[in-house]
């Protein structure tokens, strides 16, 4: 911050915030649509930051680990898009399944960051 690295970053949010606003005051009051919204704009100022940092920063990202993380959250949305589990499925049922899914995540993740799993045999 010191060096005015975050400048990217704090404009990113700035942006996300004054979309959201303004989203907000033309009405939007879908709670599921806002959602997405929300998810969209993380990913939004994540990759602008990431853009921002350059290849010398960006060289310490765990590809291979964020990648296969994004890889296996991605398969139980197209699962749960195709199966529909989180409209037919009961509540303790929809639990158990993200359950399942943030084990699945984990491990594959452990799987593929040789860091991670070095980390977690200290």
């Known amino acids: 911050a010191a060096r005015r690295r975050m400048r990217p970053a704090v404009a990113a949010y700035t942006v996300a915030l004054a979309l959201l606003a303004v ?5 939007m009051r ?3 649509r806002l959602m997405l919204l929300l998810d969209a704009v993380i990913a939004g100022v994540a990759a602008w930051t990431l853009l921002a940092l350059g ?8 590809g291979r680990a964020l990648f296969t ?6 398969a139980w949305a197209v699962a749960d ?5 989180s409209s ?3 509540l303790a049922a929809q639990l158990a399944t ?9 491990l594959a993740t452990a799987w593929a960051s040789i860091d991670l799993r070095s980390a977690l045999r200290r």
Do not use: E, K, Q
């Not at 989203?23 to 009405?27: D, M």
């Not at 290849?55 to 765990?62: E, G, I, Q, T």
């Open 98 to 106: 993200a359950v399942l899914a943030v084990a699945s995540v984990l």
């Open 30 to 32: 879908d709670g599921a």
């Open 55 to 62: 290849r010398d920063l960006r060289a310490w990202l765990p």
């Open 88 to 90: 037919t499925l009961s």
């Open 23 to 27: 989203l907000g005051a033309l009405g």
């Open 69 to 74: 993380a994004a890889l296996v959250l991605a």
């Open 81 to 85: 898009l195709l199966a529909g589990f």
